[in-house]
């Protein structure tokens, strides 16, 4: 079952603008996590954001959370042409039974960044 | 770093083939996943394990089996190959189980079957 549903699909901005990718999902979650995928590569970590907080930084990342409407953004400043991937959400239920190591990815938003 | 290594980047496999599928973590992670990877389908999970020989199944476990016989080592099934599980499959792991920690994978195995 999908859990996060990632929006837009697909982005394409140029080198330089920010990028926003927002995600909602279903039911209570203990934390939400945004991985990034490179053309046909495994995933990798960018930021893990707890449900107790609502704003988190990494560099150029800045994750947002609203328990309350079920959605997170995840905004890259100043965005590069090496930030052209897949980006996923992905969340671990808070009644998952036990299994709360398990995470439900999105389906992933393309973002392209052009030279 | 943290390194997940899946055996082969690339198979192609015929129809009723038994097919192994090997990832390697060198953390001492006791979480380990194995996903495939569609378009327009997103990530699903097919087998985790918690410790080893412990598995559980994930969301699409139907046609596959796992083994975990070390701690380093969770091996990825096709009993008989069809062409339905022509796919991408990602190996992951992480830290404690029962801990949300963020997961590591592996370059990931392209599969075709033909």
């Known amino acids: 079952s999908q859990q996060g549903e990632e929006d837009p699909q697909a982005l394409s901005i140029q080198e330089g603008e920010n990028a926003t990718m927002n995600c909602s999902y279903k039911?209570?979650?203990?934390?939400l996590q945004w991985y990034r995928q490179n053309s046909g590569r495994g995933l990798v970590h960018l930021i893990l954001?707890?449900?107790?907080?609502r704003e988190k930084h990494s560099g150029r990342l800045r994750v947002t959370l609203d328990t309350s409407k079920k959605s997170s953004s995840l905004l890259i400043t100043a965005s590069r042409a090496a930030d052209t991937a897949s980006y996923f959400c992905?969340?671990?239920?808070?009644?998952?039974?036990?299994?709360?190591?398990?995470?439900?990815f999105g389906k992933g938003t393309l973002l392209t960044v052009n030279p | 770093d943290v390194k997940v290594t899946q055996s082969s980047r690339y198979l192609v496999k015929r129809t009723g083939e038994k097919v192994f599928l090997e990832c390697v973590q060198d953390?001492?992670?006791?979480?380990m996943f194995w996903y495939r990877q569609d378009p327009g389908l997103g990530l699903r999970l097919i087998y985790f394990?918690?410790?080893?020989?412990?598995?559980e199944k994930g969301d699409i476990p139907e046609g596959y089996s796992v083994s975990r016989e070390k701690k380093e080592r969770f091996s990825l099934i096709l009993e008989s190959a069809s062409t339905n599980q022509t796919s991408m499959y990602l190996c992951?792991?992480?830290?404690?189980?029962?801990?949300?920690?963020?997961?590591?994978f592996g370059p990931g195995t392209r599969l075709t079957v033909t």
């Open positions: 954001i707890r449900s107790n907080e």
């Open positions: 394990s918690y410790d080893v020989k412990m598995k």
């Open positions: 992951a792991s992480s830290l404690l189980a029962g801990v949300p920690y963020e997961q590591y």
């Open positions: 039911t209570s979650i203990n934390n």
């Open positions: 992905a969340t671990d239920l808070s009644d998952s039974g036990g299994s709360n190591y398990k995470l439900t």
């Open positions: 953390m001492d992670h006791e979480n």
